[in-house]
């Protein structure tokens, strides 16, 4: 790209301040955040997702790029081999072995990556919701020599393929629902003491789940209740609650409290929890892909996406965060898949947040230094919403003033379209007093999401460039009087190490001072050459150059976007 062709990009994408914060109006709520209460690290724990990952025999799964999964820091699977040809278990033990293949497959491609992988036995058994109405399910007639010869096969299956690290065991899935569980509520409560009581046996090292209902509890739900009973009863309570979160009748502001209760009332521990299968189809944009991962977070709460494919489908595309694109032969991501590749980058520390009183807003946000990230959306509705931060001084703000902020708007245009990177709608200034600072938010559809970016004093926030050395060294003198805009990562193209010696000694930057140790060329290759008064520094990290506003003297920069401003000469 030309240098004149890249102020063209430049003045495309920054063009006014941000779009997203409205002129003041009436909001219909306020979800809040408080950078000064810290609630621990970023996990991303919404960062799961049920089957999604093509079958490749046993073997790992290539067909979809690995960086798609990397980027969005991909964290945990649930499968079991629903869906295949193969009949499962109730139809004869080959069937079983080409599901339990299936669920090899999907293990192995999850723990590529580093994720958890929660075992469906009921699929692998053959209740997929779509099996024939003939189907044997577990205790038939008051006989259980199936199913627990069943069970055994499968702790020794997961044995012999070395399928224990990572391993879940959940065990049966949405039972009180007449597709998957298609006997009396007494069978299955018996089923759930006895598989819980051979696994346990069996694998005494595996996690197990449940009882993944598709109902969250409530305090009055029959069968949530006398399922705690039964497994208080036997000494069988699982390592992990679990349940599904895909009703839009009740959010998990309401419904952990609720279980927390049922929890004293039973007398049963507080454990881990999984919300296993998360958001109707309906529900899968980015805006309420925040609502959702906001109150994964606000709860500690790990979460997996459903997944609404059938048969093949069911078994490719992350959950609908990518899509087979006809033009390139590849996997491409869509407006979903955006949002939670900038949810993977918000490390740091997060912070207390609160949903609007309507719960129809929510935000999620963390600290980073003298930065902070919110992530904001709606549960599928349009409108406009007030986002209030406190606590402004933590990142090293005056208590009253004006601050930079940096919006971020993302799209959505259907499952199996690529709508870009994020449109970043450029900075504005807004003045904030009493430590606090109210964003009015217009999001122009209900599937609209936004980020807001802050940073603290002495913080520049102008935009990003990448420099082709080769480029810049025959280009000759040069004032850029804006920056340069060339993309996102700062690498720099046949770059031996003359021509970067080359271009530090032709490089002049106000503001930027020369280190009192030895230069990098004599003494730290790979270091940092210039340091700056308080706008930024230069620094050569292999073959990348980087020139980035915004560092204070001897801080290390974590963000991999890199600025210039100033001169070549």
Not at 82 to 94: E, N
Not at 150 to 173: C, P, R, S, T, Y
Request: aromatic share 12%.
């Amino acid at each position: 790209m030309t240098y004149l062709a890249a102020l063209s990009v430049f003045s495309a994408l920054f063009i006014g301040p941000a779009a997203s914060l409205a002129t003041r109006q009436s909001p219909a709520g306020t979800a809040t955040v408080d950078l000064a209460t810290s609630i621990g690290p970023a996990k991303f724990l919404g960062a799961g997702f049920i089957y999604g990952w093509p079958d490749n025999g046993t073997s790992v799964d290539t067909s979809i790029p690995d960086h798609l999964a990397r980027d969005i820091k991909f964290n945990s699977c649930r499968a079991g081999g629903a869906q295949i040809p193969a009949p499962g278990w109730a139809g004869g033990f080959d069937g079983y072995v080409e599901r339990f293949k299936s669920a090899l497959s999907n293990y192995r491609t999850t723990r590529k990556f580093g994720g958890d992988f929660i075992l469906l036995p009921h699929d692998l058994w053959g209740a997929d919701s779509v099996q024939g109405a003939g189907t044997a399910f577990p205790g038939d007639n008051g006989n259980w020599t199936e199913s627990d010869l069943f069970l055994k096969q499968v702790a020794a299956d997961l044995k012999a393929n070395d399928m224990l690290e990572g391993l879940v065991f959940d065990i049966w899935n949405e039972p009180e629902i007449s597709s998957f569980w298609a006997r009396s509520w007494e069978q299955y409560l018996e089923f759930y003491v006895r598989a819980h009581k051979i696994i346990r046996a069996e694998l005494p090292q595996t996690l197990i789940s449940g009882p993944s209902f598709a109902d969250a509890p409530t305090l009055t739900h029959d069968k949530w209740n006398s399922w705690l009973s039964a497994v208080a009863g036997n000494n069988t309570i699982p390592d992990i609650w679990s349940w599904h979160q895909i009703s839009s009748a009740r959010d998990l502001d309401l419904v952990v409290p609720d279980f927390n209760t049922l929890l004293v009332q039973h007398n049963l521990p507080k454990r881990p929890i999984d919300i296993n299968e998360y958001a109707w189809p309906s529900e899968q944009t980015p805006a309420h892909s925040v609502f959702y991962l906001s109150q994964l977070e606000r709860h500690d709460l790990r979460g997996l996406r459903a997944n609404w494919g059938s048969g093949a489908a069911l078994h490719d595309n992350m959950a609908d965060l990518v899509f087979h694109n006809a033009t390139t032969g590849s996997y491409s991501p869509n407006g979903e898949w955006y949002l939670y590749k900038y949810y993977a980058d918000m490390v740091g520390e997060r912070v207390a947040t609160a949903a609007s009183a309507d719960a129809k807003s929510d935000v999620f946000a963390v600290v980073e230094g003298s930065g902070a990230k919110i992530l904001a959306g709606t549960r599928t509705v349009q409108g406009t919403y007030e986002v209030v931060v406190s606590g402004l001084s933590r990142l090293g703000l005056p208590t009253e003033g004006s601050v930079q902020v940096r919006t971020h708007r993302f799209d959505w245009a259907g499952a199996k379209v690529d709508v870009g990177e994020p449109v970043d709608l450029g900075v504005a200034n807004v003045d904030y007093s009493s430590d606090t600072l109210k964003l009015l938010v217009t999001y122009p559809t209900n599937s609209t999401a936004f980020a807001f970016e802050l940073h603290g004093a002495n913080y520049d926030m102008r935009p990003s460039a990448i420099f082709n050395l080769a480029a810049i060294l025959a280009f000759g003198p040069q004032v850029f009087a804006q920056p340069l805009n060339l993309g996102n990562d700062a690498q720099i193209v046949d770059s031996s190490k003359d021509k970067l010696d080359s271009l530090q000694a032709r490089t002049s930057i106000p503001g930027m001072v020369k280190r009192s140790e030895p230069s990098p060329k004599k003494s730290k290759p790979d270091g940092q050459c210039y340091f700056c008064k308080g706008v930024g520094y230069m620094s050569v990290a292999g073959k990348t150059l980087a020139f980035t506003i915004g560092a204070a003297p001897g801080l290390v920069v974590p963000q991999t976007s890199t600025h210039f401003w100033g001169r070549l000469d």
